[in-house]
């Protein structure tokens, strides 16, 4: 039998490989081999085997002094890893290589020189043989060098990942994972280097990684080197693409978000300049404004991850870099994504704070959890002792050296860092919550403080001074009952949706524009259509900065408004999204970024300029028409047809025409790609004419609460007759009833949204006994409404069955 090679090519291996080079390199092989034909730029290279590794410990003796020095490590508390692992590091940094191995290495890396005119530089890269299978996927336990540039500098590195191999924390690892340390080879990758150091790098999900949500590809990147979005360095910019419209060549880009990127990492001019050849500096302000890829180079690359995704069948891990010589986008790693992938979330664990304390500090929320105890601020690892089991660690940022100190901690709080930074991926693992990217966390919190740290309100993660009481509900999803009547979700905030998409719904009822313009958009539409006639010069300011990014100032309002809405729609796709288009009042409006100018004063903005009225008139038409093209980017281009538009405050049929009428010349056109358009019922008039409405109108969404105020002609808001309103009273629950069966007799959808079925037992059986298709709830009143659906379908068969 010819002996085992000591290196070989990418084009060589595949993932059958693992054993030969580990996981790392096979995947580099696999990627190599079978999809650069498709279209998919992977960089060269070659892996040093198994075999030259055994070599390399057989020709210096070191099996059984490594065995024996190892034997004694306490595998229970680790008392003396430090000292094992120097011992053992020690060993192997004064053995040299084999020649035969050495030999190999050179020839190999000529062999990968002579393809390029110019010199090259490569990354040289460890690859343990245990390394990236699903259940051990620790990444970075070993080294790695970046921009090695000749022979004998690779040679060196490649025995400086031996030597890694014995890190403490590789160590630590083995023995928790049930890995025999005699039995772990090391390979050593070389591939040709991406000069993303000039452009940009970072890190692919094929799976969003907070929810395990399938329907998304996950893209972060930053200025520079990836090592910087990798160990959590830089709070990178952030990419959401919807598979289905990747697969059909739509617009994919559902979402992006800006990061700060305040470092980048490039290479020394001089090898001498600094420790491994690189540098990290700051940012200019003008490259943090500037996003690191086009939207097209993002879909591009979520092209490519939907390509590996479905040639590994299964949900996948990748890093990308730019090259900033040729601009040309590379995949630089594929492994498998093992925090979700084959996990089946049987039920889920909702947090709500019910008290608020003064707010320390905000960043990017990992988990869902609430947690409050003692925070900790530790600079370093050589620090962990004093974080005590059970204490939120705070620091600047964590790498794989923090691993041991990461486990006793009960929350991650780090400055710097982003959702695939290092921190982010272990708390995943351990099943903690983090808040990354904070930027002054440390500053902000004292050490010893007693803190509360709360993932659970939406995208944003929150951590208030003091020990705060919540709410934990567990919600039994394998087992729980579901109504016949559709239960569906009230939704304002976009940044909720990935996590509510879990919940047992059977869609969104009710997804408010006004909450995505006031805290998104901030500005008037008509500012913006109008910005010349602006006379705030305040405002004027804020908005010139808010759009700086964008080809027009209308174009900020669309694009932000389509993001939003196609960010919902995505995450519950197929299931039905129905947005109601604005509605705020007039002293509403009037509080966004130069609305004051476009807004008339009204005694009383409830009943005044709102609704479908303002849709048509000449003061909000071209405003109107920025919302129409936002929804018509999200259904056209993106292709998230299972979204819908509702019209609120349509106080006469032929107003619900001139809206329906203009919708069609703004480009949305009911009918076409299944579009549906739906009215709010919310006005007597909307019950008393609700057959003519129905001739307009594709469905009905009640509004409870405006019909009950307005039937019983009273202000919820006041104190004084507040007492009054209540959507069980006779003359609200017969107008509900009427409207349901003329919308059922007229073969139209009707659902309500609103509170009243979850408070009451009794109301819902109420609209279950008139027939009505789907009940809204916001999400802390999804299940008890549920329950008392199926409660009320069970009472209602019972007596008439």
Not at 711 to 730: C, K, M, P, Q, Y
């Amino acid at each position: 039998m010819a002996p085992a090679p000591f290196a070989l090519f990418f084009q060589e291996l595949t993932n059958d490989n693992v054993a030969l080079v580990g996981g790392k390199n096979a995947s580099l092989g696999e990627l190599f081999n079978r999809l650069t034909a498709k279209g998919i730029n992977v960089p060269n290279g070659f892996a040093t085997t198994a075999a030259a590794y055994w070599l390399f410990l057989d020709e210096n003796h070191l099996r059984e002094p490594l065995t024996a020095l190892l034997a004694q490590l306490d595998t229970q508390e680790f008392t003396n890893l430090a000292d094992i692992g120097s011992q053992a590091r020690a060993m192997l940094s004064v053995a040299p290589l084999p020649a035969p191995v050495a030999t190999a290495i050179e020839a190999a890396y000529q062999q990968l020189e002579d393809g390029y005119e110019h010199e090259i530089q490569v990354a040289v890269r460890s690859s343990a043989t245990a390394e990236d299978l699903p259940t051990a996927s620790f990444a970075g336990q070993h080294d790695s060098f970046l921009d090695v540039r000749s022979p004998d500098a690779v040679l060196d590195a490649c025995r400086k990942c031996y030597v890694s191999l014995f890190n403490d924390r590789a160590i630590k690892y083995r023995v928790q994972n049930g890995f025999d340390h005699m039995k772990v080879a090391l390979s050593v990758g070389v591939q040709t280097m991406v000069r993303s150091d000039l452009a940009s790098a970072g890190v692919a999900f094929t799976i969003e990684p907070e929810t395990g949500h399938e329907n998304l590809v996950y893209l972060t990147g930053s200025w520079g080197l990836g090592e910087n979005v990798v160990q959590g360095n830089v709070n990178p910019d952030e990419f959401y693409l919807f598979k289905p419209a990747l697969r059909a060549d739509k617009r994919a880009l559902v979402r992006k978000k800006l990061g700060d990127k305040a470092k980048t990492m490039r290479y020394a001019t001089s090898l001498a300049a600094c420790a491994a050849g690189i540098k990290n500096t700051d940012t200019p302000a003008e490259r943090r404004a500037q996003f690191v890829l086009t939207d097209a180079e993002a879909e591009q690359l979520g092209r490519w991850c939907l390509l590996i995704e479905e040639h590994y069948g299964m949900p996948m891990d990748i890093e990308w870099a730019k090259d900033g010589l040729s601009s040309a986008l590379f995949i630089v790693q594929a492994r498998p994504e093992t925090i979700h992938h084959g996990r089946r979330a049987l039920c889920l664990h909702e947090f709500h704070l019910t008290e608020k304390g003064p707010l320390l500090a905000t960043g990017k929320a990992v988990g869902s959890q609430i947690v409050s105890g003692v925070a900790r601020i530790i600079a370093s690892p050589a620090e962990g002792h004093r974080l005590q089991a059970g204490e939120i660690l705070v620091t600047n940022s964590t790498s794989p050296d923090w691993n041991a100190v990461l486990r006793k901690a009960a929350v991650i709080v780090t400055n710097q860092g982003g959702r695939t930074s290092h921190a982010a991926i272990v708390a995943r693992e351990l099943g903690l919550s983090a808040v990354v990217g904070t930027l002054d966390a440390t500053q902000k919190i004292q050490d010893g403080q007693r803190i509360t740290v709360s993932c659970a309100e939406g995208d944003e993660g929150h951590i208030y001074e003091g020990a705060l009481a919540w709410e934990e509900t567990e919600i039994d999803l394998e087992h729980l009952v579901k109504p016949h009547t559709k239960p569906m979700l009230i939704l304002a905030d976009p940044d909720r949706a990935l996590t509510l998409a879990r919940y047992p719904s059977q869609g969104v009822g009710l997804l408010r524009m006004e909450f995505i313009i006031s805290n998104a958009i901030r500005i008037h539409p008509m500012a913006l259509v109008a910005f010349d006639q602006l006379t705030d010069e305040k405002a004027r300011e804020e908005i010139t900065v808010l759009t700086a990014n964008y080809s027009s100032k209308p174009e900020y309002f669309i694009e932000q408004l389509a993001q939003a809405l196609g960010f919902v729609a995505a995450a519950f796709y197929p299931r039905e999204v129905i947005v109601r288009m604005s509605d705020f009042k007039t002293n509403e409006y009037a509080n966004l970024l130069g609305g004051k100018q476009f807004e008339p004063d009204e005694e009383n903005p409830m009943l005044g300029f709102r609704g479908a009225s303002r849709y048509y008139s000449p003061q909000y038409r071209e405003g109107f028409r920025l919302e129409c093209e936002a929804l018509k980017r999200v259904r056209h281009d993106m292709g998230l047809t299972n979204i819908k538009a509702m019209i609120p405050f349509c106080r006469t049929v032929e107003e619900g025409q001139r809206v329906v009428a203009l919708m069609a010349d703004f480009g949305l056109r009911q009918g076409i790609d299944n579009l549906e358009i739906y009215v709010m019922a919310e006005i007597p008039s909307n019950v008393i004419l609700a057959e003519e409405f129905a001739t307009v109108f594709d469905g009905f969404s009640i509004g409870s609460n405006d019909l009950t105020q307005l039937t019983l002609g009273l202000d919820r808001d006041s104190a004084i007759v507040s007492g009054l309103f209540d959507e069980r009273n006779e003359a609200v629950t017969r107008l509900l009833a009427q409207v349901i069966h003329t919308a059922k007799a007229h073969g139209r959808p009707i659902g309500l949204c609103g509170q009243a079925p979850s408070d009451y037992p009794a109301f819902a059986r109420f609209l279950v006994e008139q027939g009505i298709d789907s009940i809204s709830f916001t999400p802390d009143a999804l299940l008890n409404g549920m329950a008392n659906m199926v409660k009320a379908e069970e009472m209602v068969a019972d007596e008439y069955p």
